[in-house]
């Protein structure tokens, strides 16, 4: 392994005809990332993916896996494994035999790994089962071994808990954190937002083709801004004195409540203004950003605008 | 420890050929066709001969059986088993959805090509092999172990009989190459099986059509359909090379640009499904 990041894209552009499904996404993921690669369906998050594995070949850019191209040779691959929308196995094979044919694919000792990866994922009992007969549950956690037996350094999962009940969404996650703890740099594609917040350090958001954000998810919430709920004596004075107040930003009615966003520094000079003005403060409570409401904020607006990059718009009034 | 090669694949491929059923209907048709064939010749009640070659010694030598199946299996039958597996190879991981799987491993993709065109092309041997020696045994049976006359007229003995066949058997498996290409070719580009196991023989059938084709006589020696015949020339007395030779050179016509678009197009494919 070099230096090189583990994934570097640059300029990725995939088009089908007319139809442009990635539109020059640049990200970086740095080793010990666990990255969230967030979008709606259509996106191109897929798409994406696929290149970054060397599945489709871009119409421009590059993608660099730990400084290698995957178009000129699968050693790009080396250390990199994982699946993009559900894994997928030969159902005539037994889970073990799917794995034997894998482990044989990857070569270099990967065999050793096979009943390491079966327990990891807690399929040995099932092994000797055709993967036909396999729920979605068990194909996931069974693509997790495949992934396990190339002893990766990165691993790019796509919608890994799709399809999961609760306990395997539960489970999936505590091991992709026990992957992140090992030490395993993890890319993670998923629609499930608070399960991103949990476990990804950094994202990047993509609306219509195109990186509407990348970057820290601790640095994102920080650029939103905190919102802030306010109750007073007088709400009508008070929405007043907010409107007037400088810092106070997106101040409106909501559920009987005024709604506003600022920083701390201009709520300390709001509350003294509302004291000034002869109103009272019943409630003043910050309101908690989550990442599901900045991802609706960034890709819920106007296609192509981009306003929502480092600075994404208020999270109520942008929905 | 070492990565993969097209050995590897090639292994493999055998091994999930073992687990499908299209594989056992492909080599249980070319074992049960010469047991059928030989229950109808001692079933017949007219004794003499059709007017085709070594029809009169169906009755007198089993080891005219597996030419005279030769003979006809050209028309649909070796085709269709050949292409069973050669149009299912690349086509059946896509509908399994495989393909992103297998090519996300240690393998370039030119050695997953090479190893599923080896093992295609080993299943079409064995399918020929297995109905020969089936086609020996089942007619020697019926109609002994005795000496064939060669199309020149003369007589050869049963041991350099039994060695004719099964080289016929090799000389009839460079027909049975090309048709293994094409079901490669289709099978890469319609990425659906059903369709390049019927594509494949569609070809082999349309062959036939431009053989008998009032007008097309010039072109015959060039089809595909007459290579199938080459290996009479083994049994003329001398061995006539000429039609083997052609067969030769008329095949890789066919197959190697068949095969070399099927290794571009699975080369440089999009995996954007499964």
């Known amino acids: 392994m070099t230096d090189a990041p583990p994934v570097e894209v640059r300029g990725l552009v995939k088009r089908y005809g007319d139809l442009t499904a990635v539109a020059g996404v640049d990200l970086t993921v740095d080793t010990g990332d666990v990255y969230g690669y967030l979008g709606p369906n259509g996106a191109g998050k897929t798409t994406s993916l696929r290149m970054m594995l060397g599945l489709i070949r871009p119409s421009a850019g590059s993608v660099r896996l730990f400084g290698r191209d995957p178009l000129l040779s699968v050693r790009a691959l080396d250390g990199v494994a994982g699946f993009v929308e559900a894994p997928t196995f030969y159902p005539y094979l037994t889970g073990r035999r799917n794995l034997e044919l894998l482990a044989a694919y990857d070569g270099f000792g990967a065999a050793s790994r096979l009943d390491e990866a079966l327990d990891t994922v807690e399929l040995a009992d099932r092994a000797s089962d055709r993967v036909g007969g396999y729920s979605h549950g068990m194909k996931q956690r069974l693509g997790i071994a495949a992934a396990l037996l190339r002893d990766p350094k990165l691993m790019v999962l796509d919608e890994p808990a799709t399809g999961l009940d ?8 505590l091991l992709i954190r026990r992957l992140a703890d090992q030490g395993i740099t993890v890319v993670l594609s998923s629609h499930l937002l608070a399960e991103v917040e ?67 520094g201009a709520v300390a000079e709001l509350s003294q203004a509302l004291i000034e003005a002869g109103t009272l403060i019943r409630m003043l409570a910050p309101q908690t950003v989550t990442l599901e409401d900045l991802f609706f904020s960034l890709t819920e607006g106007v296609d192509g605008d981009h306003a929502g990059v480092g600075e994404p718009q208020p999270l109520e009034a942008a929905r | 420890m070492k990565g993969p090669s097209i050995g590897t694949v090639y292994r493999w491929e055998l091994t999930k050929l073992r687990y499908q059923k299209r594989t056992y209907l492909g080599l249980g048709a070319a074992t049960i ?40 299996g050209a028309v649909w039958m070796f085709p269709l088993i050949t292409a069973l597996v050669a149009g299912d190879i690349f086509a059946s991981e896509d509908h399994n959805g495989t393909l992103k799987t297998i090519f996300t491993r240690s393998l370039e993709r030119g050695q997953i090509f090479a190893g599923k065109a080896l093992a295609a092309a080993t299943y079409a041997v064995a399918a020929i092999l297995i109905n020969g020696t089936v086609a020996v045994v089942a007619g020697s049976i019926q109609s002994g172990f005795n000496s064939l006359q060669s ?124």
């Not at chain 1, 609760?166 to 996650?173: E, I, N, S, T, V």
């Not at chain 2, 004794?47 to 005279?68: C, E, H, K, N, Q």
């Not at chain 2, 890469?188 to 062959?207: D, E, K, P, Q, Y």
């Open chain 1, 166 to 173: 609760p306990a395997g969404m539960r489970d999936m996650r």
């Open chain 1, 198 to 264: 949990e476990l990804c350090n950094r994202v990047a958001i993509v609306r219509s083709g195109k990186i509407v954000y990348e970057g820290a998810i601790a640095e994102l919430k920080r650029s939103a801004g905190t919102t802030y709920r306010l109750s007073t004596t007088d709400d009508e004075r008070a929405l007043a004195v907010c409107r007037a107040q400088r810092g106070i930003r997106d101040v409106r009615m909501q559920h009987a409540r005024i709604g506003f966003a600022a920083d701390e």
């Open chain 2, 33 to 72: 066709v010469p047991i059928l064939f030989v229950l109808a010749i001692h079933f017949r009640h007219d004794r003499r001969g059709g007017d085709f070659a070594f029809a009169s010694y169906l009755t007198r030598s089993g080891l005219a059986v597996p030419l005279v199946i030769l003979l006809f």
């Open chain 2, 151 to 274: 199309l020149s007229g003369t007589i050869v003995s049963a041991p350099k009989s039994l060695e004719l066949v099964y080289v016929s058997l090799l000389v009839y498996l460079i027909p049975i190459a090309t048709i293994v290409c094409i079901g490669l070719l289709l099978s890469s580009v319609t990425r659906n099986s059903a369709a390049a196991v019927v594509g494949t023989l569609m070809v082999s059938l349309l062959f036939q059509l431009l053989g008998i084709l009032p007008g097309l006589t010039g072109l015959q020696p060039y089809l595909l359909s007459t290579q199938f015949n080459a290996w009479q020339g083994l049994l003329r007395t001398p061995i006539d090379w000429a039609p083997i030779i052609r067969a030769a050179w008329v095949c890789a016509m066919y197959g190697i640009p068949a095969l070399a678009a099927a290794f571009l197009v699975f080369l440089r494919r999009d995996v954007a499904g499964g």
